[in-house]
């Protein structure tokens, strides 16, 4: 693919990246859509469409610390770069891409199926009581206490990842379909 193509593709993949972010301030506005956001979606649309893994990772988690900085500054109105839950919500979102690095084909079962993973992910690791101080006992009984408490943000997980999902893969492969520059060297030879 030459560099031409491959620049094409990048820009294009980064402007949906940040278009699709940009819906996060969304749900500052209305908190009844908390946690109705692109984030996984483009956590897995990251990893399955970019060509060089380090702009896989990059470029998604870029874009929410970005985003991050701007929602927290919103709330707080301070500048928080770093917050005490930082670390492991980077790294459930690290480990999205990763999960989208497995689509391989793109379509509406494998992209759904890693955004069940996705989110599994996410409840998981983001509801250990100890993340919360002392809102829930540091035991087994409050980790479920805590995950049951997590299911209508979850919900809204789910209902984010399916929209802006559909959003970012339908219309990237619909663009790759009219656009050849979109398309990998390996799409192209087919």
Known sequence: MSIQKTNTRNIVLVLMIIAAMAMRLVSYKYQVLSNFTPI????LFGGAYFTDKWKAYLV????LFASDILINYLYT????IFYSGSVWMYGCFA???LIGTFIKKVNAFNVAA???AGIAVHWLIMDLPWLYGTLYPHTLAGYGQSLFNAIPFEQNMV???VL???ILFGGFELAKSK???LQTRKQLAL
């Open 40 to 43: 996984g979606a483009i956590a």
């Open 60 to 63: 998604p988690l870029a874009a």
């Open 77 to 80: 109105s301070k500048w928080v």
């Open 95 to 97: 480990i999205m891409v």
């Open 114 to 116: 890693a955004s069940l």
């Open 159 to 161: 209902l984010g990842d």
């Open 164 to 166: 802006f999902g559909a």
């Open 179 to 181: 656009y050849t520059a």
